[in-house]
């Protein structure tokens, strides 16, 4: 197959300047250039960001949220008719290595059902955390495989998928919409590669610093089982989430936001419902991960 071409997404709200402009210069360096990249302001002008002659600037004036946001950037590549795969990339994010590019290029190339590769998230140290590995036996975080999930931080995207599939579920906000998609993904046949050599340097902040964490993150996993698992494995889903995070959960604050989100989640509207297939539920299963954890 000739390689494909590629894209780039990248969503700021113009809090960070200097990791932006740090993140813009790596995927400037890299060998294999970039046709367009997509810099989306969410609620932000980005009129003092400096940017390269392929870089479009798509200023917001509202904040659509982190898949909101890159759904526009999305739309941009797919219309532009010259784009085969999309990289998106956190803006606090940093790319060390200058073959990121060449390596996901050939990566697609070789598999025409991959769907979605997810890139290898690492401190300043190198040093990957538990959370960061998208299986449920993360002692090996440089353990290359197919898997069911995928780190919104670093990772690319097939077009011919996302035109199947639909972009992110924007209504999430914030939280479990890379999941939503990728079990969209994989029910509709693609293949997830987790590939430990494709790096992202990342700082390694704690997710659950602000009780809107907590909302959000109950809220989204109610709507993600109401729309995409089969009706049996919902209150499972559910019940086994509900017991680990009252297990790990250390503030009361927290908790309120969270069973505040739980109970929005189930009052609310979550969108079109498109329950996955049984054998994608086996898919899931024997990947080593079935969607009730």
């Known amino acids: 197959m000739p390689l494909p071409r590629i894209g780039v997404v990248i969503v ?38 400096d940017v390269a002659e392929n870089v479009i600037k798509i200023p917001l004036g509202e904040n659509l949220g982190c898949p909101g946001g890159r759904n526009v950037g999305l739309e941009m590549l797919r219309d532009s008719g010259d784009v085969d795969v999309v990289i998106e990339l956190d803006d606090d994010g940093l790319l060390i290595d200058a ?53 919104g931080g670093g990772h690319a995207f097939s077009m011919p998928m996302l035109r199947q599939t639909g972009l992110w579920a924007a209504e999430f906000f914030f939280g479990h919409e890379e ?13 997830i590669l987790y590939e430990p050599a494709l790096v992202l340097q990342h700082p390694a902040t704690a997710p659950a610093r602000h009780a809107v964490y907590y ?12 729309r995409r698992l089969p009706l049996p494995l919902i209150p499972v889903y559910l019940g086994v989430w509900l017991l680990l995070t009252m297990a790990r959960i250390r503030s009361l604050p927290g908790a309120r936001a969270w069973w505040g989100g739980f109970a929005e989640g189930i009052r609310e509207p979550c969108g079109p419902r498109g329950a996955m297939r049984w054998r994608t539920v086996w898919r899931m299963t024997r990947l080593g991960r079935p969607p009730i954890l």
Do not use: C, Y
């Not at 909302?215 to 109401?226: H, K, Q, S, Y």
């Open 12 to 49: 700021t709200m113009g809090t960070r300047p200097q990791e932006l402009a740090a993140l813009l210069a790596s995927v400037e360096k890299q060998d294999v250039p970039a046709t367009r990249v997509a810099l989306v302001g969410n609620a932000t002008p980005l009129t003092d960001v």
């Open 99 to 151: 073959d990121v590019f060449r390596t996901v290029q050939h990566l697609f190339a070789s598999d025409p059902r991959l769907g979605i590769v997810g890139f290898r998230v690492a401190d300043e140290h190198g040093h990957t955390e538990r959370r960061w590995v998208p299986r449920l036996r993360a002692d090996d975080p440089m353990r290359r495989g197919l898997v069911t999930a995928f780190l």
């Open 215 to 226: 909302r959000f993150t109950a809220r989204n996993r109610v709507w993600l089982a109401r």
């Open 179 to 191: 999941s939503d998609l990728a079990w969209r993904a994989l029910d509709a046949g693609w293949k």
